[in-house]
């Protein structure tokens, strides 16, 4: 038998194959898709910037604080009913549903756990996440401003039954991060059951909690149609919660979208980029907050 | 500061069973150890749903002492703690049976209420459980829990726990500082000040240097050690040698295969003073244990 | 301490409290299930006139035409499950391509910025997209308002939910199984086919179909461009057409009592609709998670 040959690496090279240009295509084919969503984010961000951004520098800062004009052929700010109008039911929205879907949320992950009511309501909360806007809003139409004729409550209260399922959820997310050594640890203090969870537990959970709480405001902050069955289409100042029509941002940049007058049309997109502004920072503010939340454990 | 020095050198003789090693604190005279009874414990078991953990447990721990629960694991050491201060009850399915008395009253009877007891009967867990919180507001969480507000007094409770628990000078300066920036012993350190700040009568400590360096260990048994005169403390180790250091008494675990079920369920083979248990055990099964033949 | 004992460990008034703290959390776990139960109860009040005169036939009849009393809700329901079909066509597979984008080829300096800007996507309002959909991409772009603009338009919002789902699945296919593939030589495609397809499959459709149910509930930007028209049952992409939502949005204010009770028939057909979408997703993900979970 004749000595081995030196080694042949010839073939180590990478050799143009099939296989390689089918893996370079999907790689590509993934790049594709990556841009096709891009432009589409890019280009919507960029119309609202560069047209929202003249409507709300033309008249610096009188677009914050002036009404909308009545006739809306007329040109001119601006939105400054639309911005109170979208922090009180925003605002509204919040005081209602958080306390409230944390403390549910509490008894899911505190009390409840397996039992059968919990499950229940666990389940009812997934189905509840997925109740399309318009039908809240008919909900909240057929029962309340029927009785009680439009308001920014009857806005705060459509967009807190949004809101809760969602902050339920996140909230027993965060929950169930909590160690359960430190309950233990607070019990064999001799701490009861309701002081351990609202001095240990929720100190514990809150970063998670508020930045959770924090992108369910955001999306609430940009919903449109329960606010067209609840509160009307102001175009003054109503800072009364409870009494007489009112308007949001997000009521205002539908109503002018369809509009025929370039005026209107300017002022949705001034609309637009102030409660695109608004969302992008509440977001910010959670991401940060959730950041800080992973460090600390 | 209270260091590694204080450990005693291992002593030589007296030797009990072949391959065994002794330590007895001579400075503890025998005829002191008949202290009155804070638990009296008669037939006691618990079972987690069907399963049962541990049975037929009958003994008395005694005020001011430190009594040791050995054997190798799964042999419900920890459980059987915890049935002291009511930690089941917080389990879905666990069943506490037989009878516990402290002073005399029955610890799950109707009217007892779980908080009360855990407040008087302390514990320690394995791995350091500070709140993330100040090292400041970790201490003054039971003082407030239990309605002590007044700032000056709670600065008081706060310097007098850490001083007992060998932690104030390490951290005066650093109250306002969370308590997870601490090191392992010294965070156990806390939990231990933590616990003594509510003034219990007992202890509890669940494997409390398990997760510890030999230092931070020696520290936290010397702590044990001063910590006797004023409380009763109950500890579980899976590390006998500790036991036969710090422990005046001693009760040996292990897993006997139930015959009801077939299950490996835990029990009390031989409870006695420290000294006896590892010079001459009545059992067999101890002598086996501690000469290193099993477990 | 002996003497005080019997006393001291006697129940004391924390008990109230912790109860009464109980009890709260209890009452607003129920608000759940209250509010759903109204909700059902009054639409499917308020939705009986037009259903008791006319039976299912309103789900299958064509004609809408409010000024005669004519309420047939199909050209509805086909403009929703069209404009539904269009938006998946389209979001399936960039969200796919995205997915597996950032999380198999994606360098590590890259994924996070990436998923923070998807993320962002999903913040936008969908009212915002309405806007840009009307003035720009129907009138500037000039493709007007039809069933094609608002599946396109659909289709951008759903994107950010499926890929982030599909994301998550996909991140946890184990590492031993790609690491298999590769090491007997796999490409990359081909691990990814091997390894990662098959493990996020479940998790996949499921997400795929929580997009679904998003596309058939989005009320506000359908209603914007889809240009609102009766009794269209077409293919034609480009044909105005007309949704659930956006008919109800669009005609809500000058409705009569009858017409109202049609459009809130129509309401209930779709919180049906997206509600059985939702929980069959939401089955899927749930399981797909658990076994990967088992498996890893």
């Known amino acids: 038998m004749s000595a ?24 590509a084919a993934m790049i ?88 229940l309501v666990r389940f009812m909360t997934t189905v509840m996440t997925g109740v399309p806007s318009i039908v809240m809003g008919l909900f909240v139409y057929l029962t309340w401003t029927l009785r009680f004729g439009y308001s920014a409550f009857g806005g705060a209260l459509a967009l807190a039954c949004l809101m809760l399922p969602v902050v339920i959820g996140s909230t027993e997310q965060m929950l169930r991060l909590v160690p359960a050594t430190l309950r233990e640890a607070a019990y064999a203090l001799g701490t009861s059951k309701s002081r351990t969870i609202l001095t240990v537990v929720l100190p514990a959970a809150l970063p998670g909690i508020v930045s959770g709480s924090l992108l369910a405001i955001a999306r609430a902050a940009g919903e449109t149609a329960p ?15 409870f009494a007489e029509a009112n308007t949001a941002l997000s009521v205002q940049i539908f109503g002018n979208a369809t509009s025929s007058f370039v005026a209107a049309q300017d002022r949705a997109w001034g609309a637009a980029l102030t409660l695109m502004l608004l969302a992008f920072v509440v977001t910010f503010i959670a991401r940060k907050l959730t950041a800080r939340f992973a460090l600390e454990r | 500061m209270h260091a590694a020095a204080s450990i005693a050198p291992l002593d030589p003789a007296p030797a009990g069973p072949a391959g065994t090693r002794l330590h007895l604190d001579e400075r503890r005279p025998a005829a002191g150890l008949e202290t009155p009874v804070v638990f009296d414990v008669e037939n006691a078991e618990v079972s987690y749903g069907s399963f049962r953990a541990v049975r037929g447990v009958s003994m008395k721990i005694h005020t001011n002492q430190i009594t040791a629960f050995i054997g190798p694991s799964g042999c419900g050491k920890t459980t059987m703690l915890r049935a002291f201060n009511r930690m089941h009850d917080v389990i879905p399915g666990a069943k506490v049976g037989g009878k516990i008395s402290y002073h005399g009253v029955d610890l799950y009877g109707p009217d007892v209420s779980a908080t009360e007891v855990r ?19 970790n201490i003054a969480f039971g003082p407030r829990v239990n309605g002590t507000t007044n700032k000056a007094d709670l600065d008081m409770i706060v310097e007098r726990s850490l001083r007992a628990a060998a932690l104030w000078d390490e951290v ?11 090191s392992g012993g010294q965070q156990q350190r806390l939990c231990i000040a933590r616990t003594i700040a509510v003034e219990p009568e007992v202890v509890l400590m669940d ?28 500890i579980v180790t899976h590390n006998m040698q500790q036991a036969a250091r710090v422990s005046d008494r001693t009760a040996f675990f292990t897993a006997d295969v139930d015959a009801s079920n077939d299950q490996r369920c835990g029990v009390l083979v031989e409870y006695d003073l420290t000294a006896k248990i590892f010079s001459n055990p009545s059992d067999e099964r101890t002598e086996n244990y501690i000469t290193g033949r099993f477990g | 301490m002996p003497d005080e004992l019997p006393g001291g460990v006697l129940r004391g008034p924390q008990a109230h409290a912790d109860r009464a ?58 403009g929703t499950l069209y404009t539904a079909a269009i938006a ?31 993320d962002l996507l999903a913040v936008v309002p969908s009212v915002v997209f309405g806007l840009w959909g009307v003035l720009v991409l129907s009138q500037h772009f000039g493709l007007g308002r039809s069933f094609l603009t608002a599946g396109i338009i659909l289709g951008i919002m759903i994107t950010p939910i499926i890929t982030s789902l599909a994301r998550e699945v996909m991140e946890t296919t184990p590492a031993a199984e790609k690491e298999a593939a590769l090491a007997l030589g796999a490409t990359r495609w081909e691990m990814i086919r091997a390894a990662v397809l098959p493990h996020s499959k479940g998790g996949l459709v499921g997400a795929v179909m929580l997009g679904l149910g998003r596309a058939m509930g989005e009320t506000i930007a359908a209603a914007l461009v889809i240009g609102s028209a009766l009794g269209q049952i077409t293919l034609d992409p480009f044909a105005p057409g007309n949704s659930m939502p956006a008919v109800i949005a669009n005609e809500w204010g000058e409705a009569d009592h009858m017409h109202r009770s049609a459009l809130i028939a129509l309401a209930v057909a779709l919180f049906l609709l997206t509600i059985v979408v939702n929980l069959i997703a939401t089955a899927i993900v749930q399981r797909s998670m658990a076994r990967s979970r088992g498996k890893s």
């Open chain 1, 227 to 241: 606010l067209l069955f609840a509160i009307g289409a102001a175009t003054a100042y109503n800072p009364n919660l």
């Open chain 3, 88 to 118: 998946l066509a389209i979001s399936v597979p960039v969200s796919l391509g995205v997915a597996l984008f950032v999380t198999q080829v994606a360098p590590r300096w890259l994924k996070k910025p990436m998923i923070y800007l998807l």
């Open chain 2, 207 to 234: 494997e409390p240097c398990s997760a510890l360096d030999p230092i931070a260990t020696a520290r936290i048994e010397e702590l044990m050690r001063q910590l006797r005169d004023r409380y009763t403390i109950v």
């Open chain 2, 119 to 137: 407040r008087r009967i302390g514990m320690v867990f394995q791995k350091p459980n500070p709140f993330p919180k100040s090292i400041y507001d």
């Open chain 1, 32 to 119: 594709l898709a990556v841009v096709a969503i891009a432009i589409p984010l890019l280009a919507v961000v960029w119309s609202v910037v560069t047209r929202g951004i003249g409507v709300v520098t033309d008249a610096f800062p009188e677009f914050f604080t002036a009404e909308i004009p009545v006739v809306s052929r007329r040109k001119g700010p601006g939105m400054g009913p639309a911005i109170l109008g979208t922090l009180l039911v925003t605002g509204g929205a919040t005081l209602i549903a958080v306390p409230l879907g944390v403390l549910g949320a509490i008894y899911l992950h505190e009390y409840g756990q397996t039992s059968r009511f919990a499950r």
């Open chain 3, 21 to 78: 703290f109980r009890g709260i959390a209890i009452g607003a776990a129920a608000l759940v299930l209250l509010i759903l139960g109204m909700i059902a109860l009054v639409m499917a009040d308020r939705a009986r006139p037009v259903l008791a005169e006319m039976g299912l036939d309103f789900f299958t009849s064509k004609r809408w035409s409010p000024p005669h009393e004519k309420f047939g809700a199909l050209p509805f329901l086909f």
């Open chain 2, 172 to 182: 005066k300066d650093r109250l306002r500082y969370s308590a997870l920036g601490m």
């Open chain 1, 4 to 27: 081995p040959g030196p080694l042949d690496l010839h073939g180590l090279r990478a050799q143009p194959s099939w296989r390689a240009a089918k893996s370079h295509l999907a790689t």
